[in-house]
Every structure is written in C-alpha cells, then in structure tokens.
C-alpha cells in the first residue's frame, strides 16, 4: 500500500498498565452499581440477591450482577432502563427490535463527549490524522454510526464530508471532486462503491482515499484483502452496538490482531452462550459488556450475541487493553442486511399482516455481488391462489409494504405456490444464509 502508516496513541488512557485498569474498573463499577441501583430493573435484582456497591472488590465480581438482555430492553420500552434524570439526555438512538419498534438509548452532554473520545482513540489507531477529509457514507440518524464516527472525526480535529448512505454514483462523485482521505462506511458498501466505480470507468486505485474505517455488520479478513487492494487503502475494523455506546466499543490498531477493547470504559466478558460460564481466552464465545462509564444508559451484563475470541496477551503497539477477533457468528438468529440489523420474527410479523398468505416462509440471504440481497419466498394461502396477475402484483406490494415499515428495508419478494416450502419436522427452518459458503467466514487469527 502507497499510505505510510505509523503507530499512534490518541489517549494516555490506552495504555494504563493492567493493575491501574483493573483498579480503575473496580472504582467505575462500583459508581456505576450505584448509578443503577434506582433503576426499577436492576433495584429489583439487587434486592433478591444483596447486590450494594460494596459487593464489588474486584473486576471479576462483575460475576455476581445480573445479565441484560434486548428482550428485557423491550419489556421496559422506552426508558426503564434510564438511569439519569430525562433532563439530561442530550442524544438518543436507536435499533431495530422485532416489534417494530426500536429500542432507544440514550447519552448525556458527558456520555455524548466520552463517546467522541472513544471514537477518536481507534480513528487515530488506525490513522486518521488532523489535516484528513473524511467521507462518511453512514447515515445519520437513530442508527449510531454516522453522529458516532461523525463527532469522533471531529474530536480528532479532522475534517469531515458528511455525505451519508444511499446513491452510490454521487458518492464515487463526491470521492473523485473532494479527494478524501479517509472512507467511513460499513465495508460491503465500501466493495459496492469500488464495482459501481469500476462500471463507470473509474478505478478506484486512483481515487485518493488511503484509509477505511469499516464496521458495522461482519466480514472477513479476504473481504479486506478486496477493498486494501480494490481502493489501495488501509483497511480497519470497528465494532461496537447501541445497546453498549454505538461504534467505539473497539478497533483495530495498525498491527490489526485483534480489536482493543476500550476496557476503561467496558468490562467485557466472553461466556458460553448455553451455561453462562466464562470461557478462556482464545476460544469462542458470546460477548457480554458492563459499562463503566454511562450516565444515561449503563446496562450491566449486556448479552451482546455476538461470538467472538477474546485475548489479553500483549499487543506490539503499546496498548494494554484485551482484543476481541472478528465477530464469528450470532447466538440469536439476527441477520445484518447492508449493515441493517433484522430478526426473521419481524419478517414473519410481517407477514401474518397480509391476508391470503400462509405462516410459511423462507428467507434466503446471499451477496451475488457486493451487497447483501434477500428474498422472502413466501407460501400464498389455498384460497388466495389464483393465477390472475393483478392480485398476485397487489398481495406482493402489500407485504414488501408491511417488510419495509417494520424493518425499514426493501426485501425481493417471491410468491410460491401452496405447500411448495418445505416443512420441518422440528424448528422451522427460516432462514437459508448463503454468505457464509459464498464469503467463506473464516476465523482470523484471534
Ligand atoms: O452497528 C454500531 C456500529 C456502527 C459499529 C458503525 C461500528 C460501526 P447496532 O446497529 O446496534 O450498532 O448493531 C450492533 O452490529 O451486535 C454486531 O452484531 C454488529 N456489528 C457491529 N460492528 C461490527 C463489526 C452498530 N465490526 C451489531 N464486525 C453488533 C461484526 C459488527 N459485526
């Protein structure tokens, strides 16, 4: 790659030698035991085991708090689980949930500035600097990923053009008329970008972005191989979910083995997803983060589903935080469509709205190209099939309506005939994801 690269620390904080940070999180987590005892949830829980602040004496009586799941985010919907007085929330967002509506979180005026920090720190790992123009092709809204990455760029001094998501020929024109630096977005839009630009004549090689920032929705070490060689960048992963900040929870730094864990701000443990025990480093299992830090929104044991390996040795640039790998696969069956999160149970709510369909479905997910595509094939009930076109159009507009305002995207829709899916003698099966043959998610080194 043409860009030079070199090792930087945005936040002295990074590199807290692991005795420091343990005590640090001890202290934080014992505020933030505090901070939620008022929340009706955790009061509760607190109530039936004995949990107080002084229960806590080290980092691993995290063990003795009580998990936080997305059902019980729902079941609290919208704000149960606020922990500062409403007149203070400064920001909120949101994520798809499978009722429809999303879940919210919120930040205070001091979460929102911890946010852009913990932003900037992995930005600058991976070689954002001061004097950058950043394209951002996250959108902006309840989604965390455009203000998140938008306010870190600026919290690193640099600058920003805020194009956000949709319309790819503008993109590639914004791209070759600003000449940015630095490529915000999630990476399959990244590939989608360099193929669009290629069928325009353009190479993307000439155009002047030399990093990426790509998070959001999984991939894989050969899809950054693509784009490093597609755009001749340096490519770098982030991760992070709206229930724990939004992006920022984690990143790469430039010896990509692993993304730091912002440790200071999140107690991460790796369990296994059926006995809830911690695994050991190095072997797969579900994320589960603490915040430390929050005001506004501090869950305690988020159950992220995500699985992933965890490793605490140390890192060759000088931070001391632990690294998580890629994330490998889900403990639940959500899908990420284009970086957009869905539950198959929203498709199937989905559907149970429209007359004349049956309760069978299947939902196929591929990546022919570089973006995700899905098709919902759905069964139309006996009564309702006919062989007169204008009804079977109209059935399919009302469910590709019914889809979209409850997930928010556009899926292909296929009519089949009745009985034509194939019925499972136990779990349905739902959902036939074929990015996983086709991309071949593989397991970097942890
Ligand atoms: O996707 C936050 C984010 C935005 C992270 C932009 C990075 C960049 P949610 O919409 O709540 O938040 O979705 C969170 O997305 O639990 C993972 O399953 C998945 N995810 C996020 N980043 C990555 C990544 C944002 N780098 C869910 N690799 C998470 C794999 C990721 N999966």
Same mark, same amino acid.
């Given at each position: 790659m043409s860009?030079?690269?070199e090792?930087r620390?945005?936040?002295?904080?990074e590199? $807290?030698?692991?005795a420091?940070?343990?005590r640090?999180?001890v202290q934080?987590?014992?505020?933030?035991?505090q901070r939620?005892?008022? /929340?009706?949830f955790?009061?509760?829980?607190?109530a039936?085991?004995g949990?107080?602040p002084?229960? !806590?004496?080290s980092?691993a009586d995290v063990?003795?708090?009580?998990?936080?799941?997305?059902?019980?985010l #729902?079941e609290?919907?919208p704000?149960?689980f606020l922990?500062c007085?409403?007149?203070?929330?400064?920001?909120?967002?949101?994520?798809?949930?499978?009722?429809?509506?999303?879940t919210f979180?919120?930040?205070t005026k001091?979460?929102?500035d911890m946010?852009?920090?913990l +932003?900037?720190r992995?930005?600058?790992?991976?070689g954002?600097? %001061?004097?950058?123009l +950043?394209?951002?092709a996250?959108?902006?809204g309840?989604f965390?990923?455009?203000?998140g990455?938008?306010?870190?760029i600026e919290k690193v001094?640099?600058?920003?053009?805020?194009?956000a998501g949709?319309n790819t020929?503008?993109? !590639? *024109?914004?791209?070759q008329? @600003?000449k940015?630096?630095? @490529? !915000?977005?999630?990476p399959s839009?990244a590939?989608?970008?360099a193929?669009?630009a290629?069928?325009?004549?353009?190479?993307?090689?000439?155009?002047?972005?030399?990093?990426?920032?790509?998070g959001?929705?999984?991939?894989?070490?050969?899809?950054r191989?693509?784009?490093?060689?597609?755009?001749?960048?340096?490519?770098?992963?982030? =991760?992070?979910l709206s229930?724990?900040?939004?992006?920022?929870v984690s990143?790469?730094c430039?010896?990509?083995?692993?993304?730091h864990?912002?440790?200071?701000?999140? @107690?991460?443990e +790796?369990?296994?997803?059926?006995? @809830?025990?911690?695994? $050991?480093?190095?072997?797969?299992g579900e994320?589960?983060?603490t915040?430390?830090?929050k %005001?506004a929104?501090?869950?305690l044991? =988020?159950?992220?589903?995500?699985?992933?390996?965890?490793?605490?040795?140390?890192c060759?640039?000088?931070?001391t935080t632990?690294?998580m790998? #890629?994330?490998?696969?889900?403990?639940d069956?959500m899908?990420?469509?284009?970086?957009v999160?869905?539950?198959?149970?929203?498709?199937?709510e989905?559907?149970?709205? /429209?007359?004349?369909?049956?309760p069978?479905?299947?939902?196929e997910v591929?990546?022919p190209?570089t973006m995700?595509?899905?098709?919902?094939k759905?069964?139309i009930s006996?009564?309702?099939?006919?062989?007169k076109?204008?009804?079977?159009?109209e059935?399919k507009?009302?469910?590709?309506?019914?889809?979209h305002?409850?997930?928010?995207?556009?899926?292909?829709?296929? *009519?089949v005939?009745p009985?034509?899916?194939?019925?499972?003698?136990?779990?349905?099966? #739902? /959902?036939v994801?074929?990015?996983?043959?086709?991309?071949?998610?593989?397991m970097?080194?942890?």
């Amino acid at each position: 790659m043409s860009a030079k690269i070199e090792n930087r620390i945005w936040d002295k904080d990074e590199t $807290l030698c692991r005795a420091d940070l343990e005590r640090l999180q001890v202290q934080r987590l014992r505020e933030t035991v505090q901070r939620v005892a008022q /929340v009706p949830f955790y009061k509760q829980k607190f109530a039936e085991t004995g949990i107080t602040p002084d229960s !806590i004496k080290s980092a691993a009586d995290v063990r003795k708090l009580p998990f936080t799941t997305k059902a019980d985010l #729902r079941e609290h919907y919208p704000w149960g689980f606020l922990a500062c007085d409403p007149k203070q929330v400064k920001r909120i967002h949101g994520s798809s949930g499978t009722t429809g509506k999303p879940t919210f979180v919120a930040y205070t005026k001091n979460d929102r500035d911890m946010w852009a920090n913990l +932003c900037a720190r992995f930005l600058v790992s991976g070689g954002l600097r %001061e004097d950058h123009l +950043c394209h951002m092709a996250f959108s902006y809204g309840l989604f965390t990923g455009g203000f998140g990455l938008h306010y870190g760029i600026e919290k690193v001094g640099a600058a920003i053009c805020p194009a956000a998501g949709g319309n790819t020929p503008r993109h !590639i *024109l914004l791209i070759q008329d @600003l000449k940015p630096d630095v @490529l !915000i977005g999630t990476p399959s839009y990244a590939l989608h970008i360099a193929e669009v630009a290629r069928q325009q004549g353009v190479d993307p090689r000439s155009m002047s972005l030399r990093f990426g920032h790509f998070g959001g929705e999984p991939w894989t070490e050969e899809m950054r191989t693509k784009i490093e060689a597609d755009f001749d960048m340096h490519a770098f992963n982030n =991760y992070g979910l709206s229930e724990v900040i939004g992006p920022g929870v984690s990143g790469d730094c430039i010896f990509r083995t692993g993304m730091h864990i912002q440790e200071d701000h999140f @107690l991460v443990e +790796c369990i296994n997803p059926n006995t @809830l025990e911690p695994v $050991l480093d190095g072997q797969r299992g579900e994320l589960v983060f603490t915040a430390l830090t929050k %005001e506004a929104f501090p869950l305690l044991r =988020y159950r992220t589903r995500d699985i992933a390996v965890l490793d605490h040795g140390k890192c060759e640039c000088g931070r001391t935080t632990c690294r998580m790998s #890629r994330v490998i696969g889900r403990s639940d069956d959500m899908l990420i469509i284009r970086g957009v999160n869905v539950f198959p149970s929203q498709v199937e709510e989905a559907l149970l709205r /429209v007359d004349g369909v049956a309760p069978h479905y299947l939902i196929e997910v591929s990546r022919p190209g570089t973006m995700d595509e899905i098709v919902v094939k759905v069964e139309i009930s006996p009564q309702a099939f006919s062989d007169k076109m204008r009804q079977m159009q109209e059935l399919k507009r009302r469910i590709d309506h019914e889809i979209h305002s409850i997930t928010g995207i556009r899926m292909g829709i296929e *009519l089949v005939e009745p009985q034509t899916i194939e019925r499972s003698m136990g779990k349905a099966v #739902r /959902v036939v994801d074929h990015r996983k043959t086709q991309a071949g998610l593989s397991m970097p080194k942890p």
